[in-house]
């Protein structure tokens, strides 16, 4: 049953991209444990500014756990101490009272810090941009229905596609790659026959500009399956591996 | 050249390396093994291997599969501290289904290669070393090897320190293997979510069977010795 | 004559926007800002009032005014397509797939989105599926059918030429998403898979397991992705659109030739030129603080044109969705829908006894502990031929009148049952949790109590909003949402914007050192100044939370004139206490999380007002109005046709001025009007 709680908050506090950054304690009073990890920061943020002082920036939008936008790394792990969920998602419930709970922003080179948790994730768009896409003009495609494509192969890609590009893979990995994010959409669009035709050069592009925004290399721990929100398969990062090196053979 | 700057193209290396050298331990093994049940078998092995063409070119590439193996652990290991930015985490929290061995592979692979040191200097020197170079390193004939193997594991006390110290490698050794073999098969593309938990336990079987013949080799001279006592 | 200025017109009545984002249409066209042109229009015309051809509705039978159309618009040629730039605002269904369908076209397009990345936009969030008349399941659907139910579910509300447009390009929309990937659900034999969705009778919706919206949105990101790879479009991300720059044409009439945006990151106020500017901005649900919209949706852009002559429509349409998870404390910051699928196989309910409801409220009993004779199945009795699968406007209307009357089941005595426990025993629990397994897991993390053990409690919480010509008139169905945000953005925009721009290949890029842009920048520096120094003792959520309150109270569910008028009191009121006694901290040189939402709340005031506005003057209830004073006697919504067969569009007339009010009569000449009737 929720109860009534009263916990410490230790919070990441930076005030630029090259401001030096340090943990700030407040303590909350009182918080009622249905209330969700970021309606806790909001009741926070709202003590900072009846105090007249600068409120917590942090990411956040739908808080229903699919845009991928809230991104902070509670008591050590990305989006708190819960199994798939995001942050938003993440409720009092699983604190207890006279807790100190340690809240950090994303740390990567490649998510540089903006300010306090909130960090740059253009990298994925980037990624994205680099060969994320099957490379259809609107218009003039064939009937939905002209490619069959057998249920397990259209399931295997939609359990790939539910990434929510929130860098909880990255953010989790000891050697902050960013394997998983690109291996989901590499899998997604290589089991598909609409996306089978680009596989090859995509699985090069995407890896490439990967690799030169600075993301670490893959060494198949899992935590970023393990942290997942979306339960993302550590199996497509094999994938991946299979179409990036078959790509470089082909060569 | 993608093999070393692409990073599937670094872990294709690593690998690929690694595999190779996971072959070579369980030959190893096996020849090992020979001891057990007959120092002979086992001299004749050891002679087989000593000063030949083909033994020396072996030991080149094995050489040279350590080097590529640890240069390349070392170029990972400072690209990947460096990916996380100039701020660590203050709090890590421990992910469930994430091997501990599989976040210290290059903790794991200093304790092997420190071991593998020691082990060069008491074997690999004094047995196929001295053989090629003829130098006399005084311990025993190089013609004899089972009797010097006997000799220093069975030895009061520091052959039983000796034996301590292989169990120890070898389980760091197993460790390294137990994530490094279906790590390196899932690098190679490898597996599927179907595979997924068999390639692991192939990667472990592997590991085990890698590890075993030397582990029974071990313990039956730690048994010997102790008996000596 | 039915051709370039459909968009003018359209645009002028249509301040887009779409409701959480999800129905980007309205908010595409409206884009097109040449909202001048229309209003003059209509100040010349004795009477205010929009005709058809002013409307640029094309000539012809029903099918074939969209061809006709496509036939005579004028187009602009490859070359001259290179040299006009076009400004997109929003990323959702809408807004990313016009930007990447414009790009992929050779215009050179400009797209701002409020997040960290366009991935993100709210579009994101729609669970349910997408309509199309394809007709695979052989059950007989029809582009007629498809245009004659979206028609009736909006109860007569729509424009009839814009709605069997929109099911006319239904079925491309489908071939599209698939050819980019999208993971539709699919058959063992491998082709694509149906359900049936709120109501309907085919099965005609597409879904990708319970996450459609995203997976349409990534695929539409996807697009958009290629082209900012292709540099086709230039993209800022965490970039406010603050203001719409109006510069004349050579014949005086102003166009829409950029934006003000403030960068998020830098607290810079930019300036954007671009020969045409599109928005897709999403839905203002948030004026109720409390719906199942992100958190930054925000009706300023919409609100922002309207200011400069672009008409408002509709503004009191707000659909309000059955099956949310019910509030639960003063902090709460956001309302969860769960999808309408639940309605599929679960049962709604109440207790029939006061005096269990009233011990469910005490937390004395839970559901589970009524016994079956004891429980109101309120829908199915009422609605015997629907039952429970009713849309969501009758749905929700029924919950707040068994919650009114007292059987409200949680501890607000807001809620009510929506159970499983007969599909369970019918179909398994496996099947129920394969099928529902992802909403009862969400369900359990929020409330923390086992939906497969205890009835799940469920809420009607405001969804979207259906102003500015959407297709959907006064209610939206499901799965049409995401129809209709996709059309207008890959094939309805496309062609019209090209119709738009084909007399202006030879205006040549301007400078935004133009006195227009000046001043625009000007204005909204000065609206920042004004906020930053008030520095009074109220915090911008604390405000909004009373709006939204508010909003709940008096222009919710159930309106009535007296509520209304007493509501635009109180909503005068919160603008008086907004601009006198908000606090925000920092400065508006930097990242600014307070003042960014203190702008959007000052326009959540100003669209309450407007809401309120429209529900007091339309009186009769229809779809996502309802007038409490127009019911049948059985508490169903009575329309009146004979004198509200209109969309009601305000035009702005001044600060602090009781916009105006102009009537496009909405003639119904191909469809007949029926009353919506779910008994039978």
Redesign the interface.
Same mark, same amino acid.
């Given at each position: 049953m929720?109860q009534y709680i009263d916990i410490k908050v230790r919070v990441w506090r930076q005030a630029g991209p090259k401001a030096q950054?340090h943990?700030e304690t407040y303590e909350l009073k009182h918080v009622?444990q249905?209330?969700?990890f970021?309606?806790m920061i909001?009741?926070l943020n709202?003590q900072?500014?009846?105090e007249?002082?600068?409120?917590v920036?942090y990411?956040?939008?739908?808080?229903?756990?699919?845009?991928?936008?809230c991104s902070m790394?509670v008591?050590?792990?990305p989006h708190g101490?819960?199994?798939?969920?995001t942050t938003c998602?993440l409720?009092m419930?699983k604190f207890k009272d006279g807790e100190t709970i340690?809240v950090?922003p994303w740390?990567?080179?490649?998510?540089?810090?903006?300010?306090d948790l909130?960090v740059?994730?253009?990298a994925?768009?980037k990624i #994205?941009?680099?060969? %994320? =896409?099957?490379?259809?003009?609107?218009?003039g495609?064939?009937? $939905?229905?002209a490619i069959?494509?057998?249920?397990p192969v259209?399931?295997?890609?939609?359990d790939a596609?539910?990434c929510?590009?929130c860098g909880a893979c990255a953010a989790?990995c000891?050697?902050?790659?960013a394997?998983l994010f690109v291996a989901a959409k590499v899998s997604?669009?290589a089991l598909?026959p609409?996306?089978k035709i680009e596989a090859a050069a995509r699985a090069k592009a995407m890896?490439?500009k #990967?690799?030169e925004l %600075? =993301?670490?290399?893959?060494?198949?721990?899992?935590?970023c399956? $393990?942290?997942c929100p979306k339960s993302v398969?550590?199996?497509n990062?094999?994938?991946?591996?299979?179409?990036?090196?078959?790509a470089?053979f082909q060569d | 050249m993608w093999l070393k700057d692409s990073s599937i193209g670094r872990k294709f290396v690593m690998s690929i390396s690694g595999l190779a050298l996971v072959l070579f331990l369980i030959f190893h093994g096996c020849m090992n093994l020979a001891v057990v049940f007959s120092e002979d078998a086992y001299n004749m092995i050891c002679h087989l291997l000593g000063a030949n063409w083909y033994a020396l070119i072996g030991t080149i590439g094995l050489a040279f599969l350590v080097l590529v193996h640890f240069c390349y652990a070392i170029y990972l290991t400072i690209q990947n501290r460096a990916a996380r930015g100039n701020d660590r985490y203050a709090v890590t929290g421990k992910k469930e289904g994430v091997d501990w061995a599989s976040e210290n592979m290059l903790v794991l692979g200093f304790c092997v290669l420190g071991f593998l040191v020691l082990h060069l200097y008491n074997f690999w020197f004094k047995m196929q070393f001295a053989e090629i170079t003829g130098i006399e390193t005084g311990a025993f004939d190089p013609q004899n090897g089972a009797a010097y193997v006997k000799a220093l594991f069975t030895e009061p006390v520091w052959g039983q320190i000796y034996c301590a110290l292989y169990l120890i490698w070898l389980a760091a050794l197993w460790l390294h293997l137990n994530h490094g073999v279906w790590s390196a098969l899932h690098t190679l593309g490898w597996n599927n979510l179907v595979w997924m938990k068999r390639i692991k336990v192939i990667g472990c079987i592997i590991a085990s069977l890698a590890i075993a013949p030397f582990a029974i080799v071990v313990l039956y001279y730690l048994g010997m010795g102790i008996a000596m006592l | 004559m039915a051709t370039k200025k459909e968009d003018i017109k359209e645009a002028a009545v249509k301040a887009a926007k779409k409701v959480a984002v999800k129905a980007a249409k309205a908010a595409v066209e409206a884009a097109e800002v040449v909202v001048e042109k229309a209003a003059k229009a209509m100040k010349e015309a004795a009477t205010p009032v929009i005709t058809p051809e002013m409307a640029k509705i094309p000539e012809g039978p029903l099918e074939l005014k969209w061809t006709n159309y496509k036939n005579h618009q004028k187009l602009v040629n490859p070359a001259n397509k290179r040299r006009l730039d076009v400004i997109v605002v929003g990323t959702g269904l809408a807004g990313a797939s016009a930007a990447a369908s414009l790009a992929e076209m050779g215009f050179n397009v400009l797209n701002f989105c409020i997040q960290d990345s366009p991935r993100r936009a709210h579009s994101i969030a729609a669970q349910g599926g997408i309509n199309a008349a394809k007709n695979y399941q052989n059950d007989g659907d029809s582009v007629y059918r498809l245009y004659y139910d979206t028609i009736k579910g909006g109860d007569y509300r729509a424009r009839e030429a814009n709605v069997y447009r929109l099911a006319e390009v239904s079925n491309n929309i489908i071939d599209q998403c698939v050819a980019q990937g999208v993971p539709f659900a699919r058959e063992y034999g491998g082709l694509l898979d149906n359900r049936s969705f709120g109501g309907a009778q085919v099965s005609r919706t597409f879904y990708a397991k319970g996450q459609t919206g995203q997976q349409l949105l990534l695929g539409a990101y996807s697009a958009l992705s290629r082209q900012i790879g292709k540099g086709k479009v230039k993209m800022y991300t965490r970039y406010e659109m603050l203001d719409i720059v109006l510069i004349p044409d050579e014949n005086g009439e102003k166009r829409a030739r950029g934006i003000i945006a403030r960068n998020l990151v830098t607290g810079r106020i930019e300036r954007f030129f671009a020969h045409a500017v599109v928005v897709g901005s999403g839905g203002y649900g948030n004026t109720f603080f409390l719906s199942t919209n992100a958190m930054a949706s925000n009706g300023s852009a919409a609100m922002q044109m309207y200011r400069h002559g672009a008409l408002f429509a509709n503004p009191c349409y707000a659909q309000i969705h059955p099956t949310c998870i019910p509030k639960h404390g003063d902090f709460q910051s956001k309302l969860t829908l769960m999808s309408e699928s639940l309605r599929n196989d679960g049962r709604i309910w109440v207790p029939k006894k006061l005096e269990d409801a009233k011990r469910l409220q005490a937390g004395e009993i839970k559901g589970r502990d009524i016994p079956e004779e004891d429980r109101d199945y309120y829908l199915e009795r009422r609605y015997p031929a629907f039952g429970n699968l009713v849309p969501r406007d009758v749905a929700s209307r029924a919950a707040k009148e068994r919650c009114d009357k007292g059987y409200g089941v949680n501890n607000t005595g807001l809620a009510v049952f929506l159970d499983f426990s007969e599909a369970i025993q019918r179909l398994g629990k496996d099947v129920v949790a394969q099928k529902y397994g992802n909403l009862f897991q969400m369900y359990e993390k929020i409330v923390d109590e086992n939906p497969y053990e205890n009835p799940m409690m469920i809420f009607p919480a405001i969804h979207y909003t259906m102003a500015n010509f959407s297709d959907h008139g006064a209610n939206r169905l499901g799965a049409s949402a995401l129809m209709q945000g996709l059309a207008d953005g890959y094939f309805v925009l496309p062609y019209t914007i090209q119709n738009y721009l084909s007399d202006q290949i030879g205006v040549p890029r301007m400078s935004t050192d133009l006195p227009e842009f000046a001043e625009a920048e000007k204005a909204v520096q000065d609206k920042i100044d004004k906020l930053m120094a008030i520095q009074g003792k109220r915090s911008v959520d604390s405000i909004h939370k009373e709006l939204g309150l508010i909003m709940w109270d008096f222009v919710g569910m159930g309106r009535t004139a007296e509520g209304l008028k007493e509501g635009i009191k109180k909503i005068d009121a919160i603008k008086k206490e907004f601009w006198t006694n908000v606090y925000i901290p920092g400065t508006a040189d930097h990242l600014n999380n307070e003042l960014e939402k203190a702008l959007r709340l000052a326009d959540f005031i100003e669209i309450g007002r407007l809401m309120a506005v429209d529900a007091l003057h339309r009186e009769e209830s229809c779809g996502g109005h309802f007038r409490e004073e127009y019911q049948t006697p059985e508490g169903e919504a009575l329309r009146q046709d004979d004198k509200f067969s209109y969309v009601g569009c305000w035009k702005y007339m001044g600060e602090d001025q009781e916009p105006q009010l102009i009537k496009e009569p909405l003639d119904y000449e191909f469809t007949e009007r029926k009353t919506r009737n779910y008994k039978s």
């Open positions: 929720d950054g943990f009622f249905g209330a969700s970021l309606e909001d009741i709202e900072l500014v009846a007249h002082k600068d409120p920036t990411d956040h939008d739908c808080r229903e756990g699919i845009c991928g936008m790394y008591n050590g792990h101490p819960d199994s798939a969920i998602q409720h419930r340690t950090e740390r990567s080179r490649a998510f540089p810090v903006i300010k909130m740059d994730r253009g994925y768009d #994205m941009q680099a060969g %994320g =896409f099957v490379s259809v003009n609107t218009g495609v064939p009937d $939905a229905n069959p494509i057998p249920k259209a399931d295997e890609a939609m596609a539910s929510i590009g989790a000891k050697n902050g790659s394997m997604q669009l598909l609409q996306g890896v490439a #990967m690799d %600075g =993301f670490g290399n893959c060494t198949n721990t899992g935590a399956a $393990a942290e398969s550590l199996a990062i094999a994938r991946l591996n299979r179409e990036f090196l078959c470089k | - | -």
